[in-house]
């Protein structure tokens, strides 16, 4: 009798000598009989590849949705956020390690059984607008994302992922009937940095990113984690921003995080904010016209403002909206069109 917790996967093909290849990431695994996939949550059982980790939710909580960070995303609302364990990243400086590596290191999988139906009701009852799948990596409990993304459309909720990019074309596709919104964190723009620090590569990232943009209803925003010495040159951000105006677009927002000692990346300080702010320049000189500062509580950057005329339109303090002056998705005083998705 199979676990309860065990689920037939999504987006894979059987092979040669009961193998199968998931597709639902980049790395595409093959995998043998009763092995586990890179995320280490999704096993081949007799030739058949499941998810280990359907109803086991290790965190769910109602959060701002500018936690996320999605700003120009139903601004001032609450997501349903809620994951559960494994990730196809090893990043030496994650700051939920305690649940995305877990599985990897020593084989644990914990989490409470939720179905989707209680994910969605609670969500209601909570008065979210939105579920966030977040925390970790929600491209490897895509079972769970789709029937709880289904259900919560039905029900009027928006649906977010808060994702590292490295799903499939076919994951996206999969997804686009009932997902809404994205942040993708663009970690930096090296694929040495990617490989050495998130033992992951770069260009399927990119491709998430221009694919989305271009090909897809999905709102869309990005975030980088600028890690002192490591990704925060003039010269690379300069190239990851000069490549979110040109194969993104000028109206996709730009989230320039603090980074803090986490896990096993502690040899650093915190980024100094003089670097943040020299990283929001390089965005607004590219042409972005949405750069925003987080983990940097009372900053001015936090705010949204008018590309053109230069107007305070979403003042932001931390998660909180103090103010939205907004009409009809324009700017009040020079009529310019804020990009965004029930702004």
Known sequence: MREKSLKEAVLWDAAEDKKVRCKLCNWRCLIDEGKLGRCCVRKNIDGTLYSLTYDKVCSANPDPIEKKPLFHFQPGSRSFSI???GCNFRCEFCQNWQISQAAVEDGRIDGQAIS????VETAVGGGCKSIAYTYTEPTIFMELCNDCGRLAKKQGLTNVFVSNGFMTREAIDFAGDWLNGINVDLKSFSEDYYKRLCK????PVL???SYIAKETNIWLEVTTLLVPGENDSDDELKKLADFIVSRAGADVPWHISRFHPQYKY???GPTPVSS?????????AAGLHYVYLGNVPGAKSESTFCYNCGRVLIERVGYHISANHITNSCCPDCGTKIAGFEL
Do not use: V
């Not at 989707?116 to 994910?119: K, M, Q, S, T």
């Not at 992951?200 to 260009?203: D, E, G, P, S, V």
């Open 207 to 209: 491709d998430t990113i």
């Open 200 to 203: 992951a590569r770069l260009q």
């Open 116 to 119: 989707p139906e209680r994910i």
């Open 266 to 268: 502690l040899d650093s």
């Open 276 to 284: 943040l702010e020299r990283a929001e320049e390089i965005g607004k």
């Open 83 to 85: 994951a559960t364990m």
